[in-house]
């Protein structure tokens, strides 16, 4: 069975789901797969980017949300697997690993970096995207 779902979470308002035609979250038996997770917030008509020009404040918030639709799942990073990491600038984001330690703990999914030329919006540095395997 496919579930899919957009967790209200104080992330992005289903408007954006909506107009953009993508779900941030589906889920197929145990496993849970979550959409380029960005630093934003808000809905369509207003559409905040979180941490503007700042890598560190943009990740802790991806983080956060990431975190809060895992919970919506009754899962949290212990069953975050794998995951890629998509930014603009891949020097800053390596200042930011004690953030992702932070939130992970010892429970360290596979994990890709990518830099990349841009993102959703001209601003945004960074986007997560991942799997969680829920038990």
Known sequence: MIERSNPEVGYMASDVFK??????AIKVGNTLYLSGTAP??????????????????????????IKRCLAAYGADFRHWVAQTVYTTDIAALARTVDLFA?????????STWVEVKGLFNPKQMIEISGIAVIE
């Open 102 to 110: 932070r939130y992970f703990g010892e429970h360290t999914p596979t």
């Open 40 to 65: 934003f917030r808000g809905d369509a008509k207003k559409l905040e980017l979180v941490g503007e020009g700042d890598l560190r404040a943009q990740a802790e918030w991806t983080l956060e949300v």
């Open 19 to 24: 107009a953009y035609a993508f779900t941030q």
